[in-house]
């Protein structure tokens, strides 16, 4: 199957500016998204509208249904890390026990292999849970996030390769505004300010970059 073509540059284009016409002037709007983030269902919420693919970005409203929308993505996620809690309990008590039983060696490697598991396992979930939980925003149910089978047939749709390296790009993009918000959060006093209003502008670019990751190619029902 070929893989759909990204303009990486483009998407990275289209999810700034989404970012910026959401926030900038809008200085009311801002002020509550930033207050979004504390509550952070709120900002999860208002993800989900931004994943259902509305343009341009919506403005916050229904505050209940965004609340009750980022507590259904919470769920959600929440769900899909069940496997790495299980293989976290199946290599750590065994470790823990050794541990105790004066074999370290034997800690050392039952701890080793379980987070390499767990690495491996909670990478791939991620790649699955970042199309489900669009899929649920989409359709509007929660089931659709675990249609295991629309999931990976539109992955395959996008093509792993592309999808994959449009992940990293997005992780890379994530790394230089972690070190821009670190770097401007360290201004006495009001660091801590300029960071609460850049966190929303970043959700709202990550949602809307993945937004765009699953809208290139056309979804299975």
Known sequence: M????????NMLSDSFSYAKDAVWGKWVQWILLAISTIIFPLIM???VRIYSGVKPAPEPGNWVGMFIDGLKLLIIGIIYAIPL????AIFMVPAFMAANGGDPMLALGSMGLG??????????ISLISAIGIIRFAKKDSMGQAFAFGAILEHIGKIGWGSYI???????V???VFGIIAGILGMIPVLGWLIMLFLYPV?????ARYMTLIYESAQAPA
């Open 85 to 88: 809690f299980i293989i976290m």
């Open 45 to 47: 919420g208002y993800m």
């Open 202 to 206: 970043w959700y709202i670019f990550a």
């Open 115 to 124: 987070l390499l598991l767990v690495l491996v396992v909670g990478i791939l």
């Open 2 to 9: 070929g893989e759909t073509p990204m303009d990486y540059g």
């Open 165 to 171: 390296i449009a992940i990293i790009v997005l992780i």
């Open 173 to 175: 993009a994530g790394f």
